[in-house]
C-alpha cells in the first residue's frame, strides 16, 4: 500500500466507524454477551476474539478515534507520526506483524543503529565502548537485583558509574519505561521480556490498530461513567444511554481507573484499587520536529544518546522510516515537568538541546513541530504502568477474574510484556477467552507464546571484542 492510499484509507476509516453506524451493533434490548471498555490495543483484540466466536459485543470507547496510547498521525507532517507506541517489540512472536501485512502495511526489521553524541561530537569507539560497558552492567544489576526474594527500587542495584551514571539512568528509566529508576521495580524490570529485537511498521503503530478497526463497530465518544456489576446483568451507565452485558473487559489504563472516571457498584475491590496506584503510569512523551535535508547527518531510524550529567535529556531518534521527521522522547519526572509547562515547553527544550549539540544553525532547520502530552489525556492519563519496588506481583491479582464477569485487561495486566502494544493485544484476547468461557463457550486453550527471557547476570566478558554503539542494549 503506497503513501497515497493509505491515507484514503485512514479517511475512509472516520466514515466507516460513526457512531452512528456503530449504534446498531447493540441489539434494542440494549444487551450483549460481552461489553468491552476502551478500544486501544487490549479493547481491539478483545473483540475481534469475541467477534470470532460469533457472540454479541459492544465496544465502546471515550474518544472519536480507536488506538488509544497507540495512534499515528499522518497530517501534521505529511509523513506518519507515531504520538504513542513505535516499536513492535518481539517481532518473531508479535501477533500484531503478520496483522499488518495482511492490511497491506509495510514491515521491516529496526535496525536499531545507535549513535553517541558527547557535548558537540560524536563519540569515537572508546567513549562508545566505555558506554556500552557502563549500560550492559546497569543492567545486569538490576536484573541480578530482580531476581532476589526482597524486592528493591531499581536505581539502588545500579553500582556508581561515575561519569556514565546519568545517562544510563536515562536510558534504562525514562527513556525507556518513563519512569527514574528509583521508582521502578527491579523485580518487573528483570521479569520484563527482552526488548532487544523490534520491528518497525512504516505506516506507524497506530496504523495497524486503526486498520484492524475498520471491521469493528466501535462505538466512539461514549465514555463509560459507571460499571453496577452487582446484579444478575452488568449495567454499563453512558452519555448515550446504558448498556447491559453478561461480562465485561475492561481495557481502561490504571491511571484512568485509579483517578475515579468509572464509579463501580459495588466498589472494585481493595487489591484491584491498590493495584491500580501501585502500578500507575510514568511520564513519556514523543516530540515530533521536522529537519530538512538531515542536518544531523544520521542514517535512517538512528537514535542517539546524549551524554548527560543530569536528568534534563532526551533521546532522539533521526530519519524515522528515512523521512525528514526526528522524535525526541522526554521521560521521567524531568519529563513530566515539561509536559506540565505545556507543549511550547516541551519543544524549547528539544531546540535547545539540539542547539548544544550541534549549534545554534540547527535552529534554521528546524520546520514544523508538535508534542504529545499523554499525561494530560483524560482517559489515558500518563504512558506506561512500572510497579513500584515491591508491587511486581500486582500484575498478575489485577489481571484476575472478579465475580468471574468482570475481567481487566489493558497492558499493566500483562506480566512479562506489561507496558508494550502486544503485550495489551495478548491481555486482551486474554480477557476475552475469560469472558467467552465464562459465558459457557468452548474456547480451546492455545499455548502461550515464548517470550525471550532478558539476558542472564552473567559477568561481563571484557575485550572479547571491540563493543560498537549498536551493542547497547536496545532500548526505546
Ligand atoms: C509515548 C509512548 C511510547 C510508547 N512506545 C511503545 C513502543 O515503542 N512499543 C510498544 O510496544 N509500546 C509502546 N508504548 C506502550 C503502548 O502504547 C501501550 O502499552 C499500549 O498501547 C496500551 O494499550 P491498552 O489497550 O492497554 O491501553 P490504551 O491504549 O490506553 O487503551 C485504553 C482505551 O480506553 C479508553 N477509555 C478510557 N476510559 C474510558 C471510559 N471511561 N469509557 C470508554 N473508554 C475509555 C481510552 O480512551 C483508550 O482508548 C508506548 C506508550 C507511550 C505513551
Not at 70 to 84: E, I, K, N, S
Not at 167 to 183: I, M, N, S
Not at 207 to 216: N, Q
Request: one cysteine or more.
Amino acid at each position: 500500500m503506497n503513501r497515497r492510499n493509505f491515507l484514503i484509507a485512514l479517511g475512509g476509516m472516520t466514515a466507516l466507524t460513526t457512531p452512528a453506524r456503530a449504534q446498531g451493533l447493540v441489539p434494542a434490548s440494549g444487551e450483549v454477551d460481552v461489553a468491552i471498555v476502551g478500544a486501544g490495543a487490549a479493547g481491539l483484540a478483545a473483540a475481534r476474539r469475541v467477534a470470532a466466536f460469533g457472540r454479541s459485543y459492544a465496544l465502546i470507547e471515550a474518544l472519536d478515534r480507536v488506538g488509544g496510547r497507540a495512534v499515528t498521525d499522518v497530517g501534521r507532517f505529511d509523513v506518519p507520526f507515531d504520538l504513542g507506541a513505535h516499536w513492535l517489540y518481539a517481532p518473531r512472536t508479535n501477533p500484531l506483524i503478520p496483522l499488518a501485512r495482511t492490511n497491506g502495511l509495510d514491515i521491516y526489521p529496526a535496525t536499531r543503529t545507535q549513535r553517541l553524541r558527547l557535548s558537540a561530537r560524536d563519540a569515537g569507539a572508546a567513549d562508545a565502548e566505555a558506554f556500552a560497558i557502563a549500560l550492559s552492567r546497569a543492567n545486569r544489576a538490576i536484573v541480578t537485583a530482580g531476581e532476589q526474594r526482597t524486592d528493591v527500587a531499581a536505581a539502588r542495584a545500579m553500582a556508581d558509574l561515575g561519569e556514565w551514571q546519568a545517562t544510563v539512568a536515562f536510558r534504562l528509566g525514562p527513556a525507556t519505561f518513563g519512569k527514574d529508576l528509583d521508582e521502578v521495580s527491579a523485580a518487573d524490570y528483570a521479569r520484563a521480556e527482552e526488548r532487544a529485537e523490534a520491528a518497525v511498521c512504516r505506516q506507524g503503530a497506530g496504523a495497524i490498530l486503526a486498520l484492524t478497526a475498520l471491521t469493528l463497530p466501535v462505538q466512539h465518544s461514549t465514555p463509560v461513567t459507571e460499571i453496577e456489576w452487582g446484579g444478575k446483568l452488568i449495567t454499563l451507565a453512558t452519555p448515550r444511554g446504558p448498556i447491559r452485558a453478561r461480562a465485561v473487559v475492561l481495557t481502561v489504563s490504571t491511571a484512568a481507573l485509579a483517578g475515579g472516571a468509572i464509579r463501580f457498584k459495588p466498589a472494585l475491590p481493595a487489591a484491584v484499587a491498590a493495584a491500580c496506584q501501585k502500578l500507575a503510569l510514568g511520564s513519556l512523551n514523543q516530540v515530533g520536529i521536522e529537519l530538512a535535508g538531515n542536518p544531523l547527518r544520521l542514517r535512517d531510524d538512528e537514535l542517539v544518546t546524549f551524554k548527560t550529567a543530569s536528568a534534563d535529556t532526551m533521546a532522539l531518534l533521526g530519519r524515522v522510516s528515512g523521512t525528514d521527521l526526528a522524535v525526541a522522547t522526554l521521560g521521567g519526572k524531568a519529563g513530566r515537568e515539561l509536559e506540565q509547562a505545556g507543549e511550547a515547553a516541551m519543544v524549547a527544550f528539544v531546540t535547545e538541546q539540539l542547539t548544544a549539540h550541534y549549534g545554534a544553525d540547527i535552529r534554521t532547520a528546524i520546520g514544523r513541530s508538535f508534542a504529545t502530552r499523554w499525561g494530560a489525556a483524560p482517559t489515558i492519563l500518563g504512558a506506561m504502568s512500572v510497579a513500584a519496588p515491591g508491587a511486581q506481583p500486582m500484575r498478575r491479582q489485577l489481571g484476575q477474574p472478579l465475580d468471574n464477569r468482570l475481567f481487566i485487561a489493558g497492558e499493566a495486566t500483562h506480566e512479562t510484556a506489561w507496558g508494550t502494544l502486544h503485550g495489551a493485544w495478548l491481555s486482551g484476547e486474554r480477557a476475552a477467552e475469560q469472558a467467552l468461557r465464562a459465558l459457557g463457550v468452548a474456547v480451546p486453550t492455545t499455548a502461550p507464546a515464548p517470550t525471550l527471557p532478558r539476558q542472564p547476570a552473567q559477568p561481563l566478558q571484557r575485550k572479547r571484542r571491540q563493543p560498537r554503539p549498536s551493542d547497547m542494549p536496545a532500548r526505546d
